[in-house]
């Protein structure tokens, strides 16, 4: 079989295909991480209600309202750093911009 550059190219063409195919599968397959937490007063009570936004890289950020305990969950979050936002009327909005989340992680909420 004799190679001509224009083999040469394809067949390089075809390597750079595959190597990006499993690339991408391999990081659909990655390990998600979750981010649960509680948001709560300066008395420590529970507020219910709150929005929580998880922001990363994604255009869209992920949001969640906190229950009747001020619980909030977020699941199957690709591993990285994230700004943490939460709000609710009567509270100064709450933001941390370097969250990191690489397995089960736990953030508690103050607001003031």
């Known amino acids: 079989m004799t190679f001509t550059l224009r083999n040469l190219v394809r067949l390089l063409a075809l390597a750079a295909g595959l190597l990006a195919a499993q690339a991408a599968r391999a990081q ?4 998600k991480g979750s981010l649960r937490g509680q948001v709560t007063d300066p008395s420590a009570a ?3 209600g709150a929005v929580v936004t998880l922001q990363g890289t994604e255009k869209v950020p992920l949001r969640q309202t906190t229950d009747v305990s001020g619980i909030y969950t977020f699941k199957s979050v690709p591993p990285g750093t994230y700004t943490l936002r939460v709000q609710r009327r ?3 909005p709450f933001e941390l911009m370097t969250l990191k989340i690489s397995g089960a992680t736990t953030f508690n909420v103050p607001m003031t």
């Open 28 to 31: 659909a397959l990655a390990p």
């Open 46 to 48: 529970s507020i219910p």
């Open 90 to 92: 009567g509270f100064a």
